[in-house]
């Protein structure tokens, strides 16, 4: 129920999402019955593994149904929380809702926190380029997406 309506509300809310001609849902239908996947654009695809990588995924059976499972449920979970916890910070100003967010990049970043890349690109798949993203709350703080690709 909270997803369903942290979804609404970033969706239908005018202050976190600005309407465009071309965000209208008419941009989005496709006249087609059958439309086929239009494959990921190369800035959202997963980068390719290492050997390393595979190493860990074959030793710990990373790929494991109920790991996938417990860290995809972790991911939507922490994201959802981001949201609602920035979220409730608008009141109190852009400021506030950035100490936030920074606050809870430092818990997956610095802290003890699970996936912390992972559950980041959830919130941006959540967030996209609204003033809720740590894109935009974050952009010039050592938790930038810069500066993390970068270390």
């Known amino acids: ?3 369903v309506l942290v979804i609404c509300f970033l ?4 202050c976190v999402r600005q309407a465009s001609a071309q965000d209208s849902p008419r941009s989005r239908i496709s006249p087609t019955p059958y439309v086929t996947p239009s494959p990921t654009p190369t800035s959202r ?3 390719p593994g290492s050997k390393q990588g595979q ?3 074959d030793v710990y059976y990373l790929n494991e149904a109920k790991k996938v499972t417990e860290r995809s449920r972790i991911q939507s979970d922490d994201a959802l929380s981001y949201v609602s916890r920035v979220s409730a910070a608008i009141p109190d100003g852009k400021d506030a809702m950035k100490r936030v967010a920074e606050k809870i990049a430092h ?14 690109a959830s919130i941006r798949v959540f967030t996209g380029d609204a003033w809720l993203s740590p ?7 050592p938790y930038a997406r810069v500066n993390l ?3």
């Open 135 to 141: 894109d935009v709350l974050l952009k010039d703080t």
């Open 55 to 57: 190493v860990s995924i």
């Open 1 to 3: 129920m909270k997803r």
């Open 149 to 151: 690709e970068s270390d």
């Open 11 to 14: 969706v239908l809310c005018p």
């Open 107 to 120: 818990q997956y970043f610095k802290g003890n926190r699970p996936y912390a890349a992972a559950v980041f």
């Open 45 to 47: 695809r997963a980068r």
